[in-house]
Nanobody, 129 residues
Framework: QLQLVESGGGLVQPGGSLRLSCAAS????????IGWFRQAPGKEREGISC????????KYTDSVKGRFTISRDNAKKTVYLQMNSLKPEDTAVYYC??????????????????????WGKGTLVTVSS
């Protein structure tokens, strides 16, 4: 059974950077497409980025495009989310999630939460001066 653990969250000033990590265990990471999601206080969870099994396909929601970069190191069983030029509206709990193995074989990744089979417990990112 795949298990995911996020890390790297914390308090950062506006304009600063953080790198989130999503570490996998229990199964080879390269079986799975991965998505990053976030949920701000009082708001619904939203998908913000995803990456295919091989890393060839990536997607970003418009609000983070150009500021966030998703990547993966299958040998280290870790997916990263580099977040630059952070804004107060980026404050949220950030989650990584994995698509099921069958759907992970598709060439395109997804940022739809309903398409995910495994979830981490999240890491809090607070952007504030």
């Amino acid at each position: 059974q795949l298990q995911l653990v996020e890390s790297g969250g914390g308090l950062v000033q506006p304009g600063g950077s953080l790198r989130l990590s999503c570490a996998a265990s229990g199964s080879p990471l390269d079986y799975y497409a991965i998505g990053w999601f976030r949920q701000a206080p009082g708001k619904e969870r939203e998908g913000i980025s995803c990456i295919s099994r091989s890393g060839d396909n990536t997607k970003y929601t418009d609000s983070v495009k150009g500021r966030f970069t998703i990547s993966r190191d299958n040998a280290k069983k870790t997916v990263y989310l580099q977040m630059n030029s952070l804004k107060p509206e980026d404050t949220a709990v950030y989650y990584c999630a994995a698509r099921g193995r069958v759907y992970s074989t598709l060439p395109m990744c997804t940022m739809e939460g309903a398409g995910m089979a495994f979830w981490g417990k999240g890491t809090l990112v607070t952007v504030s001066s």
